[in-house]
């Protein structure tokens, strides 16, 4: 029993000699730093035993230096503060005991007891009231970024609803264009004998007769509207001229003939007449010509004869037969081609029912030809037609594709995020005025730099990419706390004017500052709601769901 209580009692004599045996150690590494039964203790590599006393004996024992974690006898190794009251922290070892107090050991423990004063109580508090404001703003944001989340998500939806409405529309163009593209070919290649035969129809030659005789008609009635124009002067100069005294009753009877013609009043009652007194009955007698009798259905007005008669003349008849002989064709039964269809795969089917009409018309085509040249003239209009149809088609089907575009843009990690937290500012302008400029930051687009007292405005950089360091993971947070912007109007006599936007959390999104690092590389600081990633407590309390949403 003695000797077990001499150990005992030289032990605390022992640690009281030198520096503790455990300082510098990290809180992690404190179960390692303990002496075995026998007094001896194990370098943190396995590589050697020693006694327990040669451990921060200010003397390196150990090859990978863990002997000595609280003096500064082992290159290359790290000091442990506990800054109790604040927050622990690493120094190099070599700054322990140089006489120098340092930042991050705030409790002094780098130096020998009384160099350095403790100030970890007032750190530790102005850092935890620094703390919680951040945590304040991040909170804030991150119900801001939030809503930019949901944003996204109807976003998404609102452009997936019109890319199945476009993919709706191009199918009913598919079709037309298909339609149009069909007595295209016809009419273009048809034989001029085949269509010379196809223009006997009777239906074409009465369509023919009847365009001959409306043409003949439309200008019989314009001769007859300019000589009735005429006739109305001559009676008019009469009816005003004549001198009624006279008493010619054949002049007279002509006058009040062309007067109930045309609605005016005896030329002699004119004069007396007293206002409001025979009003009525002159405005009766004025409309009564213009009361005609009713049209029967169909019919057309004099205005519409007037304004739509000349594109009824010009109806391209030709397209218009061929139209309706396709029309009118009904399916060949029993023929090959119909037939056909049951000895084709299922998933060619719809191809095959799609093209079947067009395929008739060629193998018709190829029956009746007879190597003569086209009516290049007749099809012009069923081309453009055709032409006007198919660029229909091609606009749908390029908007779609856009859409589609940004439908995968919304989410992607290097555009808007994985969760497509930017979308919402895709194109949100913040500007800064320093005084001399105003800056104008268009998120994912670019940046400009506007004189305030007029001058030229120049672009600063067009959006690149996120932050684009080797070093940095796309789809972290630090990913997205630098925008680069690129290509700006260049300098004179130097390069190409660019921007780096760095950005951290905050309630609002704004440029805080700006500045010219070197000739026209430009740094921008600012604050957005997106960054502010929502805090872990929070999270679990909302569910942790919300954002996936
Ligand atoms: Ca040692
Ligand atoms: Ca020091």
Known sequence: MVPWLILLASLPLSATAGPSKTLGVSPDLLPKYTPSKSGTWKCLDGSKEIPWDFVNDDSCDCPDGSDEPGTGACPNTRFYCKNEGHIGAFIPSSRVNDGLCEVQCCDGSDEHTGVCPNLCKEIGEEYRTKRDAELKIQRA????????????????????????????????????????????????????????????????????????????????????????????????????????????????????????????????????????????????????????????????????LQHQLDALLGTDYVSLLLEHEEFIQ???????????????????????????????????KFHVISGGTDGAADSSRAQQAYHDAENELEQLNTEKETKENDVKEIFNIHGFGAKGEWKKLDGTCLEKDTGDYTYEVCLFKEVKQRPNNGGTTFSLGKFESWNPSPDVKPGEPEYYQKQVYKHG?????????????????????????????????????????????????????AGGSREEL
């Not at 269809?341 to 799609?354: K, N, Q, T």
């Open 330 to 364: 009904a399916p060949i039964d029993g023929s090959i081609l119909f037939e056909l269809s049951s000895y084709l795969p299922e998933s060619i089917l719809p191809i095959y029912e799609d093209f079947k009409d067009t395929l008739v018309s060629w193998l018709q």
């Open 141 to 304: 944001g991150a119900k801001v970024r939030a809503s930019y989340i949901a944003f996204a998500h109807q976003e998404k939806k609102r452009l997936e609803a019109d890319v199945q409405k476009l993919a709706e529309e191009i199918k009913v163009q598919e079709k037309e264009v298909s339609r149009l593209r069909d007595i295209a070919e016809r009419s273009e290649s048809l034989s001029q004998a085949a269509l010379e035969q196809k223009k006997k129809s009777p239906l074409y030659q009465s369509f023919l007769s009847h365009n001959a005789a409306l043409k003949s008609m439309q200008r019989e009635h314009a001769k007859h509207l300019e000589r009735e124009k005429a006739l109305g002067l001559i009676l008019d100069t009469l009816r005003t001229g004549y001198n009624p005294n006279y008493q010619d009753m054949a002049v007279l009877e002509a006058v009040r003939g062309w007067e109930e013609l045309a609605g005016l009043p005896h030329i002699n009652d004119v004069g007396k007449e007293k206002e409001g007194e025979n009003k009525d009955d002159t405005a009766k007698q004025e409309t009564a010509p213009e009361t005609e009798e009713p049209l029967e259905e169909g019919m057309w007005t004099a205005d519409q």
């Open 489 to 541: 109007t260049r300098c004179w006599n130097g390069p190409e004017r660019n921007v780096v936007l760095l950005l951290t959390c905050g309630t609002e999104n704004a440029i805080l500052t700006v500045q010219e690092l070197e000739k026209c590389e430009y740094e921008f600081t600012g604050t957005s709601p997106a960054l502010c990633l929502p805090l872990v407590g929070d999270q679990k309390k």
